[in-house]
């Protein structure tokens, strides 16, 4: 995957984030995102609400829509760990 910080920041533009109610880590084989409410999406590797393991694969495919973050979680595709409020709410900007 290209750099997986531009893409969410791309995809997170004009979009109220302030909805997630915490901060988002995404743990994309060696890449990491942390995403705050506020807007911020940076490679920090901080301590966050929701931190959510996925494999690149499984990520492009539910940034491109071909499947939902529910469907990876169910499989085991997706772990979360923290609060899954959070990480149902990421939809808003990981998905088209």
């Keep these: 995957m290209e750099n997986l910080v531009e893409l ?9 984030l ?5 901060t988002v ?3 994309v084989d060696d890449q990491i995102v942390f995403v705050t409410p506020e807007g ?5 590797d901080e301590e966050a609400d929701c931190t959510m393991t996925i494999d690149s694969e499984t990520m492009q495919s ?3 829509g071909e ?6 979680f169910m499989t085991g595709k997706l772990k979360v760990s923290g609060d899954m409020g959070i990480a149902l709410k990421t ?4 998905g088209n």
Excluded: P, R
Aim: hydrophobic residues 35%; charged residues 15%; aromatic residues 2%.
């Design 40 to 44: 911020e999406v940076s490679s920090s």
């Design 67 to 72: 499947t939902s973050g529910q469907a990876a």
């Design 62 to 64: 539910i940034m491109s």
């Design 18 to 22: 302030s909805i997630l109610g915490g």
């Design 25 to 27: 880590k995404l743990v």
């Design 8 to 16: 969410i920041q791309k995809n997170a533009e004009g979009k109220d």
């Design 91 to 94: 939809q808003s900007f990981l």
